[in-house]
């Protein structure tokens, strides 16, 4: 039921910007924190940004100036926006959903978008 769909991905050069989405459903959208993760080769998936249920934000360092997360409740999206690209982001980005319920942390995730920085 629970369905997190990725889309923006795509080759883009050194420099280049992409807007990822993610496209949420099946459960409340606003009650949960929402975040993007990304894993490159020979590299643990790692948390870029992420947008609380409360409205905070944070970033990765190597992403801080760079990267943007928003999020819409009233159409269950989230956006990355990706702007000075480089090689070193390229990655499989995954949409994260997440609550603790009560003191259990659940986690939903997408299955992932390529995105390739390369000239």
């Known amino acids: 039921q629970v369905q997190l769909v990725e889309s923006g991905g795509g080759l883009v050069q050194p420099g280049g910007s992409l807007r990822l989405s993610c496209a949420a459903s099946?459960?409340?959208?606003?009650?949960?924190?929402m975040g993007w993760y990304r894993q490159a080769p020979g590299k643990q998936r790692e948390l870029v940004a992420a947008?609380?249920?409360?409205?905070?934000?944070t970033y990765e360092d190597s992403v801080k100036g760079r990267f943007t997360i928003s999020r819409d409740n009233a159409k269950n999206m989230v956006y990355l926006q990706m702007n000075s690209l480089k090689p070193e982001d390229t990655a499989v980005y995954y949409c994260?959903?997440?609550?603790?319920?009560?003191?259990?942390?659940?986690?939903?995730w997408g299955q992932g978008t390529q995105v390739t920085v390369s000239s």
């Open positions: 994260n959903a997440n609550i603790v319920n009560p003191w259990r942390r659940y986690d939903y």
């Open positions: 099946g459960f409340t959208f606003s009650s949960y924190g």
């Open positions: 947008a609380t249920s409360g409205g905070s934000r």
